[in-house]
Nanobody, 123 residues
Framework: QVQLVESGGGLVQAGGSLRLSCVAS????????MGWFRQAPGKEREFVAA????????SYADSVKGRFTISRNNAQNTVLLQMNSLKPEDTAVYYC????????????????WGQGTQVTVSS
């Protein structure tokens, strides 16, 4: 069992930046790829970004490419999502998730989920 806890959300103006953090309850580096998803009000949850077990592979949704960067620090069991040039349409609850497979965009392939952190971007 892996518990995931997100932090770093908040309110920011358009064009600003936020860094989300996800801390795992135990070592995930040798077993789990990590991903970020988001869910805006009235919409389905969608894929944002993912990173492989060792960090050598990453995947991004087209809507965030060039603006968001995912990284991981396995020594600290932490995954980060650096979000720059934020837009109002990035407003959502952001979820961290862990998967034992590399199918980064497939929500159903993720085994564990955090509770989410709210990101609000004002125009």
């Amino acid at each position: 069992q892996v518990q995931l806890v997100e932090s770093g959300g908040g309110l920011v103006q358009a064009g600003g930046s936020l860094r989300l953090s996800c801390v795992a309850s135990r070592r995930t580096s040798s077993s789990y790829a990590m991903g970020w998803f988001r869910q805006a009000p009235g919409k389905e949850r969608e894929f944002v970004a993912a990173i492989s077990w060792g960090g050598g592979r990453t995947s991004y949704a087209d809507s965030v490419k060039g603006r968001f960067t995912i990284s991981r620090n396995n020594a600290q069991n932490t995954v980060l999502l650096q979000m720059n040039s934020l837009k109002p349409e990035d407003t959502a609850v952001y979820y961290c998730a862990a998967t034992a497979r590399w199918a980064p965009m497939v929500e159903g392939q993720y085994d564990y989920w955090g509770q989410g952190t709210q990101v609000t971007v004002s125009s």
